[in-house]
């Protein structure tokens, strides 16, 4: 079997290995683009419109509504994700335990944002008749729920920079 080369230590040893390699990659890709490709859809498309078309009130329950449906995504894009994640750390190390807490904290965040913001901000809206916008700028409702807004937002902006570093760590580690 002269010159014929030597599997190298840790190489995959059939087409089976790399047929389960693929369908992982292409399940990892899908469950980005479905978590992600969600929170940026509601921030820059959903959100704008339904507040450029609808009364500040509907326009709020509509996004509130839809956030609230994230949370599902990312329970499960983000749970499959961490999963797959640490099941690498053995093999790959550092760089799979980075992705694991990115992951983590993408999750955590959004269960902050939908489990310590979100429920602040609905009790205000329940109080007020009308739209927020409308209560004088002094209001200590309008404070306070301007600045669970900015909270939630910022929030928001965690969950899609730790996914993205993920899923860039996930490009990164196939070179």
Known sequence: MAGMPIRQRG?????QRRWGDAIAAILEVFLYIAWLGSLVGIAFVAAPAAFAHAPAQQAGAIVGASLRATTWFAWVCGGVLLLIWLFRIPREGRTALAGALLIAVA?????????????????????????????????????TFDALHRRSTQ?????????FLAAALTAARRR
């Open 11 to 15: 190489a995959p040893l059939g087409s």
């Open 107 to 143: 999750i955590g965040a959004t269960d902050y944002a939908r489990w310590s913001i979100a429920p602040k901000m609905d009790a205000i809206v329940a109080q007020v008749d009308g739209a927020i916008s409308a209560l004088p700028a002094g209001d200590a409702r309008r404070a």
């Open 155 to 163: 929030t928001y902006g965690v969950v899609l920079v730790c996914g």
